[in-house]
């Protein structure tokens, strides 16, 4: 079942449920909260980054983007959309919109250049948000699986929210991380970090330019946050 609900309403992850804010009006100074975008050179990670920016941030949280490498040095990396959309939304400016604009059709694709990435999103969260300190962070995976590695991280950094983007198939979709293969558990990274995260992980979807993001989290599962 997929649960509806308008950008004014809330949401599992949004900045008002997660124990920040701005603190006006309560007298309570604003809490400073840590978030990790889990950063790879994919769609899914512009869409996890996008949603962060425009549901998630405040500007005195800390944003961490988490990139964990193979052993082998990997390519460095462009997304050839960033910065090209206008902007949707306040707080998030251009940016946020822009990382997303090749959602409808095909893919935001890893292509070999000479511009890191990882600098190509830190410097899209500071157009969007630039009073929001935002730094970057390479680890190895080390002989870790990945999701361990990123819960490691998780634990080491004291992050309060991971955001992570998902590429989900039927069949993950029904049956999550549990799915067996030769007496084997096939384990989606996304799926593994909501349900062994002691923080907030929200893992985020995005089906189409303006269909809004579906959502996961241990509480909430196929959240549909209407653009």
Known sequence: MINNIDSTGGGPCTASMQG??????????????????VAEP??????????????V????????LLHVENQNPSWKYTFSTFLKRPSVGSSSSSSSSNMGSSEGGGSCGAVPVDVDFLEEMKSACKVA???????????????????NTILYQSHQLGIDVIVIGQ?????TAILGNKRPLRGTKVVDTAEYLIENSKCTCVAVQKKGQNAGFLLNTKTHRNFWLLA
């Open 20 to 37: 920040g804010g701005s603190g006006k009006g309560t007298g309570n100074p604003p809490t400073l909260r840590k978030v990790m975008v």
């Open 42 to 55: 994919n769609r899914e990670s512009v869409v996890a980054l996008q949603y962060a920016l425009s549901h």
């Open 57 to 64: 941030l405040f500007e005195q949280d800390e944003l961490i």
């Open 129 to 147: 948000h630039p009073k929001v300190r935002v730094r970057v962070e390479r680890v190895e995976m080390e002989g870790k699986d990945k999701a």
């Open 167 to 171: 590429r989900r198939s039927l069949s």
